[in-house]
């Protein structure tokens, strides 16, 4: 999904990793964002990301780093007087809280998947009494002789 000149216009200002900006630089923002619209609009998996926006990983990584520290929520809520282009940074949005809810109950489930595992370890460490052969077979026997006799 491509952006017009006028969008990216209002839109480059307020990005991370610009020319002349202290720290890393990013290495093609535009291409990026236009990425992750195609992304959010298509709603695709990230390794089906067309080559021609670079690597699927590096584009996936980046889009994790933006939503951990909040950059969409930041530039959507930045006044950006154009309807169509916050229609797509809200969609953004809510793609990356859609992405954090996953992650957070993805992390549930293994925390309580390994809880669970621990407990049953710590069970089976337990010496359990089982029933001698005798008394877990003698309700079997008991059934089949009386159950001809009705």
Same mark, same amino acid.
């Given at each position: 999904?491509?952006?017009?000149?006028?969008?990216?216009?209002?839109?480059?200002?307020?990005?991370?990793?610009?020319?002349?900006?202290?720290?890393?630089?990013?290495?093609?923002? #535009?291409?990026?964002? !236009?990425?992750?619209?195609?992304?959010?609009? =298509?709603?695709?998996?990230? /390794?089906? $990301?067309?080559?021609?926006?670079?690597?699927?990983?590096?584009?996936?990584?980046?889009?994790?780093?933006?939503?951990?520290?909040?950059?969409?929520?930041?530039?959507?809520?930045?006044?950006?007087?154009?309807?169509?282009?916050?229609?797509?940074?809200?969609?953004?949005?809510?793609?990356?809280?859609?992405?954090? #809810?996953?992650?957070? !109950?993805?992390?549930?489930?293994?925390?309580? =998947?390994?809880?669970?595992? /621990?407990? $049953?370890?710590?069970?089976?460490?337990?010496?359990?009494?089982?029933?001698?052969?005798?008394?877990?077979?003698?309700?079997?026997?008991?059934?089949?002789?009386?159950?001809?006799?009705?």
């Amino acid at each position: 999904m491509k952006l017009r000149d006028d969008q990216w216009a209002k839109l480059e200002p307020l990005l991370l990793g610009r020319q002349g900006d202290a720290g890393a630089k990013g290495r093609n923002n #535009r291409l990026f964002i !236009e990425a992750v619209l195609l992304l959010v609009s =298509s709603k695709c998996e990230w /390794s089906a $990301l067309p080559s021609r926006y670079g690597q699927w990983r590096t584009n996936y990584v980046r889009f994790r780093r933006w939503t951990r520290c909040n950059v969409w929520r930041q530039i959507s809520g930045a006044g950006i007087d154009d309807s169509e282009l916050m229609s797509k940074l809200n969609a953004i949005v809510e793609h990356g809280d859609q992405y954090t #809810r996953r992650l957070q !109950e993805k992390k549930s489930r293994k925390a309580n =998947s390994i809880s669970y595992h /621990s407990t $049953l370890y710590q069970a089976g460490s337990m010496h359990l009494a089982l029933p001698s052969e005798e008394e877990s077979t003698s309700h079997w026997v008991r059934l089949v002789t009386t159950s001809g006799h009705g």
